[in-house]
């Protein structure tokens, strides 16, 4: 699976939109790119993924550069519950049922929104 | 909607003792995993299940046993707990292991061995 790189942290206000990068140069053709975060004393939360096309959902939208090697998360309106470590993360498709489906999880971008 | 749920939330075992983690999942999935998070470090794979009466090595296997018990269930041994195995647990589960569903977590056992 490719390296993916992330901002250690970041701050946004709260109700302006967050924007979230994530470099992930060595991204293989039909790697897709997935995005969980991790809220405080909880498990991570699964938020949007995508292959190459732009994605959303009610939680967040997903940019995928037209070369792939990077993308943004956007929350479109940040709220004080959106704090918490943001992690990108990419992956191959599984194509069968005895591959050993590893997530890989960085160390991700610890967002805090801000009062 | 309950999801993953995860018993204990918080456990404190002393050296060579044995304790068995729960895991349930109500979203009629077929796979599960069971990983662990350490300070500072992102999630390592341990064992998962690609599906009821499957399971395979992760990452990190060593000093852990699994039993896919049924569909729901799926759970995590330490036979006799060290140190070393002082983590946040979390389980897993995703609609199926192949293609690119996504999975969805557990909010963790605390588990400390003094």
């Known amino acids: 699976d490719a390296k993916t790189t992330q901002p250690p942290s970041m701050d946004c206000a709260e109700g302006r939109a967050a924007n979230l990068p994530c470099n992930h140069s060595?991204?293989?053709?039909?790697?897709?790119v997935y995005w969980y975060r991790q809220i405080h004393s909880q498990g991570p939360q699964y938020i949007i993924h995508g292959l190459k096309n732009n994605e959303t959902n009610e939680m967040a939208s997903l940019i995928i550069t037209e070369d792939r090697k990077s993308s943004t998360l956007i929350l479109p309106h940040a709220t004080l519950r959106d704090t918490a470590v943001y992690y990108c993360?990419?992956?191959?498709?599984?194509?069968?049922?005895?591959?050993?489906?590893?997530?890989?999880f960085g160390t991700g971008t610890r967002l805090t929104i801000i009062p | 909607n309950a999801g993953v749920t995860q018993t204990p939330k918080f456990q404190v075992l002393k050296t060579g003792q044995s304790m068995t983690l729960q895991c349930a999942q109500d979203?009629?999935?077929?796979?599960m995993y069971w990983y662990r998070q350490d300070p500072g470090m992102g999630l390592r794979l341990i064992y998962y299940s690609a599906s009821e009466g499957t399971t395979d090595k992760g990452e990190v296997p060593n000093g852990y046993n699994v039993s896919r018990l049924n569909k729901r269930e799926f759970s995590l041994r330490l036979e006799s707990a060290a140190p070393s195995q002082t983590s946040v647990y979390f389980c897993a589960s995703s609609a199926r292991p192949e293609g690119v569903e996504p999975q969805h977590f557990g909010d963790g056992t605390r588990l400390s061995i003094l």
């Open positions: 060595t991204i293989s053709g039909n790697e897709y």
């Open positions: 993360i990419v992956r191959l498709p599984i194509i069968s049922n005895f591959g050993n489906e590893k997530l890989t």
């Open positions: 979203m009629n999935h077929n796979s």
